[in-house]
């Protein structure tokens, strides 16, 4: 009898292992009360860079103080691989995500791959605020006319020079207006250092689509690849020259100009330029210190006159989840931490970003001193406040965005710039018709 | 009235096992059978799919890439059985000596590798691997008055990349399986060896390979799949696209197809395909072997 009872307690006791086993799987998403007991609303963040992360914690902290409906904001960092596979997990089952998420841009075109996007509209509150954005920033996080993000940055392309490979060399960097002005400037800098004048990514593509957009062009039209258009034989060719031709670049350590053998190369002193955007400032500053004082930033060159000077490059846009529990509130505070006037400024201060509320780069306060403006100058704005109207992208949310992005690194790129193997046309051409099929 | 009585002596092994029968149900099995059925559909989210009944089926069969990511995985699972049967074994059977000096030193040294994360590892072996002058194995190499190689980026190299890391890592896992399998052969078969005249390499090929062929089974199965499944080192290597598919594999395909595309059907489907060849190839492999076959 006493024997039985220890057996029945055993699988009385594995029953309930069981059952709390499996409870706790299901109950991972939502909570059962979205108040805190002080009336916030309880909303959670996921992003994948800490600083900002940071930036939204201390953004809830100034709404709380101005505004009615107070918000308690729990922000979780994850490394970017690993949230955007919970987050696209969590959005296809319709539960488990977060009220707000930051997605970057590429992420976002297969976010916004659906026709139904599991997010909800920033029309509304974006509203006030719609004349000072830069609005080609908006446009990328664009679907069906709605906007389902709002970017941190605009991104704007700049050519960062050494001044002191300029220097040796004996080039005036401000006189180079042209690629084929940039061209000569790096015969020079190869003769005379024998530095390289640019390194070529092969596994990204920020400075060709750069190149691109700035011509007025683009790769994608109603979701068909338009690779074969003068403007992309056109960018190719010349990065191809610059490798194989004149000899005065090489494709880049590591396969892009965003990774940390990159950096090291460049620290080193061994190239002479990039043309990056707004947000490589912070990937110098951090990881380039010997080259403090020493890299001027300049609009970029230009193919033919009436070529923009600029473009727009990478961002990540913040955005509300359709599960969010109070979408509208997620919405106006999504938009007021990056679009009213104190925060922008902070975006800047914060993050050492361009904001894409633009009425502000022209103030005082985005020369004040801060980690790049000790490192870059002062003037640093008045560069920008000149290329912000030229500011365009690449298409990077059409359905065919991801496919043609994954063909051209995998394919086009690696057997035409890191091998001399096909001549641009030709691989432009085939990409065109794989990707069109 | 006779009360029915609960055995419980029958029920209780039911109920130990329960746990991780549950476990497999639900983890495993269902999502299995869901992965077959998604491979029939086109996915836009949970509550928005639609039947494509072989489309799927039809684009991976037109698939370059899948084939491109097939032909990687068979060349790697090849290689990395071929070495990483007998060199264990033979690492196993030396550290298995009587009165070798520092045994236990050797032998953690051998199986720390296979404590360190495949992604650090990954990340230190990419940095070794670095097309510059300056990087570890072209400094090797130097010293031999061969030019730097671009490693990572040619097809042959790419494949000597990863089965390098395989190696280092792996050697230790199945050194360790190895040696178990030693502990249990008996010292009176050696000793009679011995007195009947044998060679230690003799002794090596009539007794220790064939008793071991139960733990080389083992290790020829594990290695299968786990080279047909490969995606970590590839992924830290060149990330979802490596120039012209020099390191795709078809976890690559499916990681890419899911989370770089969204495309969650075809993702399943090529799930679906790998679990098919893994499963056909393991049965050809235990076919030849001679497993499953009536002892006697």
């Known amino acids: 009898m006493k024997k039985n009872f220890g057996k029945k307690i055993g699988l009385v006791l594995l029953t309930a292992l069981t059952t709390i086993g499996l409870a706790a799987c299901g109950n991972g998403g939502s909570s059962s009360s979205n108040k805190t007991a002080d009336g916030k609303t309880k909303m959670t963040m996921w992003t994948f860079v800490d600083a900002q992360g940071t930036f939204f914690k201390n953004a809830a902290k100034s709404w709380n103080k101005t505004h009615k409906q107070k918000i308690d904001l729990t922000v979780n960092v994850l490394p970017f691989d690993q949230m955007n596979q919970k987050l696209t997990v969590a959005l296809q089952?319709?539960?488990?995500?977060?009220?707000?998420?930051?997605?970057?841009?590429?992420?976002g075109a297969i976010q916004l791959k659906a026709d139904k996007p599991a997010y909800y509209p920033l029309n509304s509150a974006l509203k006030p605020y719609m004349n000072n954005l830069v609005k080609s920033r908006l446009d990328n996080f664009k679907k069906n006319g709605n906007y389902y993000g709002l970017d941190y940055h605009v991104g704007t392309t700049v050519t960062y020079y050494n001044t002191d490979i300029m220097k040796a060399a004996g080039v005036d960097y401000t006189k180079i207006k042209t690629w084929d002005d940039y061209e000569k400037a790096g015969e020079q800098v190869k003769a005379k250092t024998g530095k390289w004048m640019n390194e070529v990514e092969y596994s990204a593509m920020f400075q060709y689509d750069a190149m691109v957009t700035q011509q007025h062009a683009d790769y994608i039209k109603n979701d068909k690849a338009t690779l074969t258009n003068a403007a992309n034989v056109r960018v190719l060719t010349q990065l191809q020259n610059w490798i194989y031709k004149d000899k005065i670049a090489?494709?880049?350590?590591?396969?892009?100009?965003?990774?940390?053998?990159?950096?090291?190369?460049?620290?080193?002193?061994?190239?002479?330029?990039?043309?990056?955007?707004?947000?490589?400032?912070?990937?110098?500053?951090?990881?380039?210190?010997?080259?403090?004082?020493?890299?001027?930033?300049?609009?970029?060159?230009?193919?033919?006159?009436?070529?923009?000077?600029?473009?727009?490059?990478?961002?990540?846009g913040t955005m509300v989840t359709n599960q969010a529990s109070n979408k509208k509130l997620a919405a106006k505070f999504v938009v007021w931490a990056k679009a009213s006037k104190g925060q922008a400024v902070k975006i800047w201060e914060d993050l050492g970003f361009d904001p894409v509320r633009s009425d502000i780069w022209s103030e005082p306060v985005m020369k004040e001193d801060n980690k790049y403006t000790r490192y870059f100058g002062k003037d640093i704005f008045d560069t920008f406040v000149q290329l912000k109207s030229q500011v365009t992208s690449t298409t990077k949310t059409a359905k065919i965005s991801p496919d043609l992005n994954d063909y051209m690194l995998k394919n086009t790129f690696p057997s035409t710039l890191l091998k001399d193997k096909m001549t641009p046309k030709a691989a432009l051409q085939k990409a065109n018709d794989a990707l069109n099929k | 009235m006779q009360k029915k009585r609960i055995r419980w002596q029958s029920i209780a092994p039911y109920l130990f096992v329960a746990p991780f029968i549950i476990s497999f149900l639900v983890f495993s099995?269902?999502?299995?059978?869901?992965?077959?059925?998604?491979?029939?559909?086109?996915?836009n989210g949970f509550s928005d799919t639609q039947w494509v009944g072989l489309a799927n089926y039809r684009q991976l069969f037109n698939d370059g890439d899948f084939y491109a990511a097939l032909w990687n995985v068979l060349r790697y699972t090849f290689w990395t059985i071929l070495i990483l049967i007998p060199l264990p074994m033979l690492v196993a059977y030396i550290m298995n000596q009587k009165g070798l000096p520092m045994k236990g030193f050797f032998r953690s040294v051998y199986f720390v590798p296979v404590l360190t994360s495949s992604v650090i590892a990954g990340l230190i072996f990419k940095y070794a691997f670095s097309s510059e002058k300056t990087g570890v194995f072209n400094e090797w190499i130097s010293h031999l008055g061969i030019a730097p190689v671009d490693w990572l980026n040619s097809s042959g190299t790419a494949m000597f990349a990863l089965i390098v890391i395989a190696v280092w890592r792996w050697l230790g896992t199945n050194m360790i399986y190895f040696l178990s399998g030693l502990q249990g052969i008996s010292p009176e078969l050696y000793e009679s060896a011995s007195m009947d005249g044998a060679n230690g390499f003799q002794k090596f090929w009539y007794i220790t390979i064939p008793l071991l062929k139960p733990i080389t089974i083992y290790v020829l199965t594990i290695s299968i799949m786990a080279g047909f499944s490969m995606f970590n080192e590839s992924y830290v290597y060149w990330g979802a696209q490596s120039p012209n598919n020099v390191g795709t594999t078809l976890v690559t395909l499916i990681y890419k197809a899911a989370f770089t595309n969204g495309n969650f059907g075809y993702s399943c489907t090529l799930g679906v395909a790998l679990f098919a060849i893994v499963v056909v190839v393991n049965i050809i492999q235990t076919r030849v072997m001679g497993l499953f076959k009536d002892e006697g």
């Not at chain 1, 009220?99 to 590429?106: H, P, Q």
């Not at chain 2, 077959?36 to 559909?41: P, Y």
């Open chain 1, 93 to 107: 089952s319709g539960s488990g995500a977060p009220d707000i998420a930051d997605v970057e841009l590429g992420q």
């Open chain 2, 29 to 43: 099995l269902y999502p299995f059978i869901n992965a077959v059925i998604m491979s029939f559909q086109q996915v």
């Open chain 1, 250 to 316: 090489r494709t880049a350590v590591g396969g892009s100009i965003d990774n940390d053998q990159f950096f090291a190369e460049m620290n080193k002193g061994n190239v002479a330029s990039v043309t990056m955007p707004s947000w490589y400032m912070e990937r110098i500053a951090d990881h380039m210190p010997k080259l403090k004082g020493k890299i001027a930033i300049a609009p970029m060159p230009v193919f033919n006159e009436g070529d923009y000077r600029s473009a727009g490059g990478g961002g990540t």
